[in-house]
């Protein structure tokens, strides 16, 4: 089994900045990939990021590239996403997963609660 546990959301204006962690623990970390994913009410389930166990591969989705950072930290399992500049339409929650990498949701295994961002017009 693969636990996820994000954290870090929050309220911001628009123009600002937040980081969320995602604490990934199990005994098959390893060998997954981990994305993050959102979805704000009445919409579908939305690609953000996702990135290689060593994070010499990773993929944004088309509305947050060079906004968002996705980056790992093996050695304290954990999975960070730095979003700048945020915008109201980033307002959703957001969901680390872990599977075998795909940018549609049906690739991965295990998901985390959810964490909110709310940004502010």
């Known amino acids: 089994q693969v636990q996820l546990v994000e954290s870090g959301g929050g309220l911001v204006q628009t123009g600002g900045s937040l980081s969320l962690s995602c604490a990934v623990s199990?005994?098959?970390?390893?060998?997954?990939?981990i994305a993050w994913f959102r979805q704000a009410p009445g919409k579908e389930r939305e690609f953000v990021a996702r990135?290689?166990?060593?994070?010499?591969?990773?993929s944004y989705g088309d509305s947050v590239k060079g906004r968002f950072t996705i980056s790992i930290d093996n050695a304290k399992k954990m999975v960070s996403l730095q979003m700048n500049s945020l915008k109201p339409e980033d307002t959703a929650v957001y969901y680390c997963?872990?599977?075998?990498?795909?940018?549609?949701?049906?690739?991965?295994?295990?998901w985390g609660q959810g964490t909110q961002v709310t940004v502010s017009s």
């Open positions: 997963a872990a599977g075998l990498g795909s940018i549609y949701s049906t690739g991965y295994m295990y």
């Open positions: 199990g005994r098959t970390f390893s060998t997954y990939s």
């Open positions: 990135t290689s166990r060593s994070g010499s591969v990773k």
